[in-house]
């Protein structure tokens, strides 16, 4: 068995802890490791291979290492230019491991869900494996115990035909609004549809190309047509966008006649918004979750989630409080299901608080803005030990650096040259310029910017140790020393 892990969504309903850049999956929301690193760490049992991992193409850097935080490896990355949903993804990794001469049952699971009892999963697992090796599509259902509203609902009936404990699915219900859910629940025929997934890889290829040829064929061609880099398989742009935009409960599991459900119950949350964090954590005395410098006075059960400055709330029931350095979100807890909205209105007013961080991380670091106006910007640089930033060029903006800690290797045109603790520099408009690590600690430097034009996209890359000459459209030169 060889699990999937689809690590593409933007979780954009956990906004503003949660960006596009920087998703939910990468946060450690529920414990001192990330969705995405729990994730693995629950499948590290015998019988279970390392994974494939699907995930956007801007988010390769932090898979690989949050994976090398926990030494972890996987079997290939399947790097997306941007999202066609889970039916695609998943065509892909299948049609890789047939290319490879290799039909394993594949373990479909978000990098972004929170299961508590992992030996509940692996009976779980079992009983799935009997029914996928005999052919059958299985997914895992967690009985429905309360009005969810913000989950997919699947009814399900006994076949004689099945295995004992897994059941025939009847017919999918796309997300109901609160009374349809009460009626659901009260039934007990009902579901909520975890969005995990065990089936052969060949088996869901030929359902996929059954009932969504036009997938079937655009992933072939895609595949065929991406690059490969060591494991990772880099997916063609261009035909990748002319594939349909569809899930697997769509394209298959609907269709199909041989769905199944085996039941989950191993305390399962997708963490899809800021009520399931608050009910997968720890509370006080009076129901509050709290992280972060945060006092809490007369309130209950509230969520207050701070980073960084002092979070105090008086009085307040049910509310969610999320304090980070560029923005602040404060919501009734019954009400989170419109953060996604706010998060689209934000988009449409071209805020950029919904894309990164104030600290915003590359392959070589990070940086994190400390202050800007109309013509500076000020900014904390933090590079790895023994890492570059690539050589490059800006039209608009000059630079000074002054190094904190570590030591810095400077390029600037034809010099190069080191600078220590407390020393700076000045890196002129359109000078060709590096700034690398060679040392053995973290160099940290402040760098102050100026100019007409502070964006990002003011920079023409010449050499680039992590491949980003090409992806950003600018035309690789050779610097000739």
Not at 42 to 49: C, D, I, K, S, V
Not at 202 to 229: F, G, N
Not at 244 to 253: E, L, Q, R
Not at 383 to 393: E, F, N, T
Request: glycine share 8%; charged share 25%; aromatic share 8%.
């Amino acid at each position: 068995m060889i699990p999937v892990i689809l690590s593409g969504g933007s979780g954009s309903r956990l906004w503003p802890l949660s960006r596009k850049q920087f998703p939910k999956q990468f946060l450690a929301l529920t414990g001192e490791h990330t969705l995405f690193q729990q994730t693995l760490q629950r499948l590290a049992f015998e019988g279970m291979q390392n994974p494939i991992v699907v995930c956007n193409k801007d988010h390769r850097f932090i898979v690989t290492e949050q994976l090398s935080a926990l030494n972890l490896a996987t079997q290939g990355i399947l790097l997306e230019p941007f999202g066609r949903n889970t039916a695609p993804a998943v065509a892909i990794a299948a049609m890789k491991l047939i290319n490879e001469g290799r039909d394993e049952l594949m373990l479909v699971l978000p990098a972004d869900h929170v299961i508590d009892d992992h030996k509940a999963l692996q009976r779980a697992l079992a009983l799935a494996t009997v029914a996928a090796e005999r052919g059958e599509m299985v997914l895992f259902g967690v009985p429905a115990t309360k009005p969810e509203t913000g989950y997919g609902y699947i009814k399900s009936f006994a076949d004689e035909q099945l295995t004992e404990g897994v059941l025939r699915v009847e017919r999918f219900v796309e997300k109901p609004d609160e009374a349809r859910a009460t009626e659901f629940v009260a039934s007990g025929d009902y579901f909520w549809n975890s969005g995990m997934f065990l089936f052969r890889a060949s088996r869901y290829l030929e359902e996929l190309k059954k009932h969504d040829p036009d997938i079937y064929d655009t992933c072939m061609l895609a595949l065929e047509r991406s690059k490969r880099s060591d494991d990772n398989i880099d997916i063609d742009s261009a035909t990748f966008a002319q594939c349909p935009d569809n899930s697997i409960d769509y394209a298959v599991m609907e269709k199909t006649s041989r769905a199944c459900v085996v039941p989950l119950i191993a305390g399962w949350s997708d963490v899809g918004s800021w009520s399931s964090l608050w009910d997968v954590n720890a509370k006080d005395a009076n129901g509050n979750v709290v992280k972060g410098d945060v006092i809490v006075q007369d309130s209950r059960n509230c969520l207050v989630h701070g980073n960084g400055k002092l979070v105090t709330i008086i009085g307040l029931d049910d509310i969610v409080v999320v304090e980070t350095k560029d923005a602040m979100m404060i919501a009734r807890k019954d009400k989170d299901q419109g953060v996604k909205q706010l998060v689209n209105t934000l988009n449409g007013l071209g805020r950029s608080e919904t894309q990164n961080h104030c600290e915003v991380y590359r392959p070589w670091g990070s940086y994190d803005s400390v202050d800007m106006g109309g013509r500076f910007q000020v900014k904390r640089i933090s590079v790895k030990p023994g890492a570059c930033l690539s050589l490059q060029m800006h039209h608009h903006r000059a630079e000074h650096w002054i190094v904190v800690s570590g030591t810095a290797e400077v390029t600037c045109d034809e010099n190069v040259f080191l600078l220590t603790e407390n020393q700076s520099t000045y890196i002129p408009i359109a000078s060709v310029h590096r700034l690398k690590n060679p040392g053995k600690i973290p160099l940290e430097i402040i760098e102050v910017q100026s100019g007409s034009y502070l964006g990002e996209d003011d920079i023409e890359r010449f050499e680039d140790v992590y491949g980003r000459t090409a992806e950003t459209g600018v035309k690789t030169q050779t610097i000739v020393r």
